[in-house]
């Protein structure tokens, strides 16, 4: 049972509503999201950040995913938070949740994630997207890069941190997937599993945030202090 | 179509991790809540006291279904 939460309370870890807000991403708080959790607690450790679609219907509206993520799911809290398609991201639990599962073993930038043993050791993002060929918004794709760059600035990780779910569990996961068509200024969204890394993939992305690179625009919501802390 | 959330199974809330008594007395009560709200008060709008209660009947809960090799 883990003793990382991530609603403050945990010294060196800082709340992840000031995290996201400082990235400049909309955000909503879900009630009771401080001490929501699955059944073993806090984090053990936190090492990374999975990547999830819903495949949910794209018809389906944030409000009523958001419930059945935070509270109606019979293994809620799935994930820690959801981002919706306008990009606002929905923070609903601060402690382990419930979206890797079987999987694994991982090797991340501060230590590896055992075998199946990613909720309680990674963070969990649910992208609300039908997994069948809905393009991704461009602002829920400035989002997702924007709030991984700074949750590994904040938690002392890297941008390679950020897995799919389907690298943590290739034999029966294939999220993220891309649209149809590509969303302009984020060419791995386009219909197949998202590349994570090699250059053009959403790794890449969030270093190029992190690092306040010409092409984000993005140079103010790093977290400097954090990102310079030894793990 | 794919239902709401229609990838998470169950494998994808696996985890060895221990079970955290309060975190599992809070799950427990929350569902309760959120199925009935009118006479079942959510973990936090329990007393220290109750909390511990709870807390202690999961410590027992668990420790029985160890022992059969269900837990």
């Known amino acids: ?231 | 179509m794919p239902g709401p959330i229609g990838d998470m199974t169950p494998e994808d809330a696996f985890d060895p991790d221990d079970i955290d008594p309060e975190a599992t007395a809070r799950i427990f009560m929350n569902i309760r809540h959120n199925l009935a709200p009118e006479g079942h008060p959510n973990y936090d709008e329990l007393s220290a006291e109750e909390k511990a209660l709870y807390a202690f009947v999961i410590i027992l809960l668990l420790k029985r279904l160890r022992e059969e090799g269900t837990g």
Not at chain 1, 37 to 51: A, D, K, M, P
Not at chain 1, 108 to 130: F, H, K, W
Request: glycine fraction near 14%.
């Open chain 1, 1 to 231: 049972m883990g003793s990382i939460w991530l609603d403050g309370r945990s010294g060196a870890y800082p709340a992840l509503d000031m995290v996201i807000r400082s990235a400049g991403v909309p955000i909503k708080l879900y009630s009771g999201w401080q001490t929501r959790s699955r059944s073993s607690g806090g984090f053990t450790q936190l090492l990374g950040i999975v990547c999830h679609h819903t495949a949910s219907p794209s018809s389906q509206g944030f409000q009523s995913c958001w419930d059945y993520l935070a509270v109606g799911h019979p293994d809620s809290p799935v994930a820690n938070m959801i981002l919706g398609r306008d990009g606002t991201v929905g923070v609903h639990a601060a402690g382990a949740s419930n979206h890797a599962g079987k999987g694994g073993p991982w090797n991340m930038s501060r230590g590896t994630v055992p075998l199946d043993s990613a909720n309680s050791y990674c963070i969990g993002i649910e992208a609300q997207n039908d997994g069948v060929g809905e393009n991704w918004s461009p602002a829920m794709m400035e989002s997702y890069e924007k709030m991984c760059a700074a949750m590994c600035s904040a938690y002392g990780l890297q941008a390679s941190d950020c897995i799919a779910h389907r690298e943590w569990a290739p034999s029966r996961k294939i999220d993220p997937w891309g649209g149809n068509q590509a969303t302009a200024g984020f060419v791995y969204t386009g219909p197949r599993m998202w590349p994570m890394r090699g250059g053009q993939g959403f790794c890449d992305g969030v270093a190029r945030r992190m690092s306040g690179g010409p092409d984000t625009g993005d140079e103010d919501f790093v977290f400097p202090w954090f990102a310079t802390r030894s793990a």
